[in-house]
């Protein structure tokens, strides 16, 4: 439970989670991949309806990363019963959330699309998907829970199980329902809508019964029926208010920003979800990495070893180079078969080839900027986190509007918007971090 950053320890609390990160991305390109292969509506909807369901999880975001910065630290400072007791009290908090927002989605979500939307066929395909998907935002925030406790204690390797059961469930599923195979029926954007959910039960049933099977259920006093603890709410809503603010602010972000490709027609929507996917997959080591940085902070704050924090950093964001380096080498020598993976229309492959390597690049900046960014996360200086990611949001959708909307230039300098953010994220990431204004936070 005490962290010490070496290579070795940040490689193998990572990888896991990595590979968990693969895995959740795996569920967004599968319904990528076989939706583009059934129709360029249902491809165009799916990377908005993915943004209005990220909207709808941000408060449990927030209290599952407030549930890590705290389980963190109380790993470093050995207090295993105060880990089941944070535990316990976000399950509570999550589930109230979680009902709320599938509420939203049921009722409220369709009455606004069609007030933002310019097509309506898009329309009625987004509103289909997020029908059936709403009801595993309840799922996935619980297996989120699950995940926050194994980073927080260091015990990240289940993740990879609980990938598989992810990624064999959803594929499985999307193609036999997108395209009514083996007898069932066909149903489109429907199909990959029911393949999610049920992806999100099957990983929610392994977690619980790893717990169970392993004891952490008994040694940290997990799942235990209890009542609600005031403090330990305050506590969370406290470090996870900002935290979810943040994470609204972000998905917003990117919904607005599909909103402006939605503005120039179905074909520009269609190769942003594909750029998008593409993206997507080259953060995946860089998001893992940035979870690992993030609880293993606040872990090394908690043994009060403070000078090793710039350590762990440097350290964090060489092994992102060398995990990144095949992809994007791949990626910048095939361009055309790497988008030939998520789409066989020339026309979209066409108009996405300098978008990708505009996301390429963006990745060598993010590398650095996720990982001071989570840096600041893990200090528990929340506050700080939603300014920047404000910040970095207006930068983006602002430059991204001024250039589609007002100059009218090509998909690829839409892109760069989303680069200029990540410049102003590291900038501001590494100014905050080595002000050290954090060291007065009590956790």
């Known amino acids: 439970m005490r962290f010490n950053p070496t290579?070795?320890?940040?490689?193998?609390?990572?990888?896991?989670?990595?590979?968990?990160?693969?895995?959740?991305?795996?569920?967004?390109?599968?319904?990528?991949?076989?939706?583009?292969?059934?129709?360029?509506?249902?491809?165009?909807?799916?990377?908005?309806?993915?943004?209005?369901?990220?909207?709808?999880?941000?408060?449990?975001?927030?209290?599952?990363?407030?549930?890590?910065?705290?389980?963190?630290?109380?790993?470093?400072?050995?207090?295993?019963?105060?880990?089941?007791?944070?535990?316990?009290?976000?399950?509570?908090?999550l589930t109230l959330v979680s009902i709320t927002f599938i509420l939203v989605i049921l009722f409220i979500v369709p009455a606004t699309t069609s007030m933002v939307f310019a097509s309506d066929?898009?329309?009625?395909?987004?509103?289909?998907?997020?029908?059936i998907?709403?009801?595993?935002?309840?799922?996935?925030?619980?297996?989120?829970?699950?995940?926050?406790?194994?980073?927080?204690?260091?015990?990240?390797?289940?993740?990879?199980?609980?990938?598989?059961?992810?990624?064999?469930?959803?594929?499985?599923?999307?193609?036999?329902?997108i395209f009514g195979?083996?007898?069932?029926?066909?149903?489109?954007?429907?199909?990959?809508?029911?393949?999610?959910?049920?992806?999100?039960?099957?990983?929610?049933?392994?977690?619980?019964?790893?717990?169970?099977?392993?004891?952490?259920?008994?040694?940290?006093?997990?799942?235990?029926?209890?009542?609600?603890n005031h403090l330990y709410s305050k506590k969370l809503i406290a470090i996870s208010t900002p935290v979810s603010l943040e994470a609204l602010v972000e998905t917003l972000k990117w919904f607005l920003f599909f909103l402006i490709f939605e503005q120039l027609g179905e074909v520009a929507l269609a190769s942003a979800t594909i750029i998008y996917s593409c993206y997507a997959l080259f953060l995946v080591p860089i998001d893992g990495f940035a979870e690992t940085v993030c609880t293993m902070v606040s872990n090394l704050i908690g043994q009060q070893r403070i000078p090793q924090l710039k350590l762990l950093i440097r350290r964090t964001i060489k092994l992102n180079y060398m995990v990144i380096a095949p992809m994007l080498i791949l990626s910048l020598a095939q361009p055309e078969f790497v988008l030939s993976i998520f789409t066989p229309d020339e026309t979209i492959i066409k108009a996405s080839i300098n978008s990708l390597f505009v996301v390429m690049l963006t990745s060598m900046i993010a590398a650095p900027g996720i990982t001071y960014y989570a840096a600041v996360f893990g200090t528990g200086d929340t506050p700080a986190i939603l300014i920047i990611?404000?910040?970095?949001?207006?930068?983006?959708?602002?430059?991204?509007?001024?250039?589609?909307?007002?100059?009218?230039?090509?998909?690829?300098?839409?892109?760069?918007?989303?680069?200029?953010?990540?410049?102003?994220?590291?900038?501001?990431?590494?100014?905050?971090?080595?002000?050290?204004?954090?060291?007065k936070l009590e956790i």
């Open 121 to 131: 066929d898009v329309q009625d395909a987004v509103n289909k998907y997020l029908q």
């Open 389 to 439: 990611q404000i910040v970095v949001a207006i930068c983006t959708v602002g430059i991204a509007y001024y250039c589609a909307l007002y100059l009218g230039l090509e998909l690829e300098y839409i892109w760069l918007a989303e680069m200029a953010g990540w410049l102003v994220c590291l900038g501001l990431s590494w100014f905050w971090f080595k002000s050290e204004r954090w060291k």
């Open 133 to 177: 998907t709403a009801y595993a935002l309840l799922f996935q925030s619980l297996n989120l829970a699950y995940s926050a406790f194994y980073i927080g204690i260091s015990r990240t390797r289940v993740l990879i199980g609980a990938t598989a059961v992810l990624a064999f469930s959803n594929i499985a599923l999307d193609y036999l329902l």
């Open 7 to 93: 290579y070795n320890n940040i490689w193998g609390i990572s990888f896991p989670i990595i590979i968990a990160g693969v895995g959740e991305t795996i569920v967004d390109i599968t319904d990528t991949i076989f939706l583009a292969r059934y129709g360029v509506t249902e491809l165009a909807a799916v990377g908005l309806a993915d943004a209005i369901y990220g909207v709808a999880l941000f408060l449990s975001l927030g209290l599952v990363d407030g549930m890590q910065i705290i389980i963190g630290r109380r790993a470093g400072q050995g207090q295993q019963k105060e880990i089941g007791r944070v535990f316990n009290q976000g399950i509570y908090l």
């Open 181 to 228: 195979k083996l007898g069932l029926p066909e149903m489109g954007i429907e199909g990959a809508a029911f393949a999610t959910i049920t992806a999100e039960v099957a990983v929610f049933l392994f977690l619980t019964l790893d717990v169970l099977r392993k004891g952490y259920a008994r040694q940290y006093g997990l799942l235990q029926v209890a009542s609600w």
